[in-house]
């Protein structure tokens, strides 16, 4: 393999591994502010917290469906490059050509893994809400 294939390759994963820690970090803060909202309105004993643990859900969702969406157009891009001969690496980085459903947003969004982490937070939300309207 040619030293041009490597780097355009190297380029292209170095873009994977930051969509995939950008994907990560997401989970992460948003796990940590549902957190304090379920802590806030538990003390308050507010619905209005537990309101709003709903919409930053959604809002991190979406955020995450977009980085898992760019990750898997640069999957593509990477198994496309990985079979170039050697003489037709040109260094484009350009997602456009691998377009689909699976690595749109809406796609990013339903995927396997996003579907059962925030079903879960949502569903959680929903029993917390559950909870402190009783008490």
Same mark, same amino acid.
């Given at each position: 393999?040619?030293?041009?294939?490597?780097?355009?390759?190297?380029?292209?994963?170095?873009?994977?591994?930051?969509?995939n820690?950008?994907?990560?970090l997401?989970?992460?803060?948003?796990?940590?502010?549902?957190?304090?909202?379920?802590?806030?309105?538990?003390?308050?004993?507010?619905?209005?917290? !537990?309101?709003?643990?709903?919409? !930053?859900? !959604? !809002?991190?969702?979406?955020?995450?469906?977009?980085?898992?969406?760019?990750?898997r157009?640069?999957?593509?891009?990477?198994?496309?490059?990985?079979?170039?001969?050697?003489?037709?690496?040109?260094?484009?980085?350009?997602t456009?050509?691998?377009?689909?459903?699976?690595?749109?947003?809406?796609?990013?969004?339903?995927?396997?893994?996003?579907?059962?982490?925030?079903g879960?937070?949502?569903s959680?939300?929903?029993?917390?809400?559950?909870?402190?309207?009783?008490?």
């Amino acid at each position: 393999m040619n030293e041009n294939k490597i780097k355009h390759l190297e380029f292209i994963q170095n873009v994977i591994t930051r969509m995939n820690s950008n994907s990560f970090l997401i989970k992460g803060w948003g796990l940590t502010l549902v957190s304090a909202l379920f802590a806030l309105a538990s003390a308050s004993k507010n619905l209005d917290f !537990v309101f709003i643990t709903g919409i !930053v859900l !959604v !809002v991190f969702w979406i955020l995450d469906g977009f980085f898992i969406s760019i990750e898997r157009k640069y999957r593509d891009l990477y198994n496309h490059v990985r079979v170039k001969k050697d003489n037709e690496i040109d260094f484009s980085m350009k997602t456009s050509d691998h377009d689909n459903y699976k690595n749109s947003w809406r796609g990013g969004i339903l995927s396997k893994t996003l579907i059962p982490y925030y079903g879960i937070a949502i569903s959680t939300s929903i029993i917390v809400f559950s909870i402190i309207k009783c008490n």
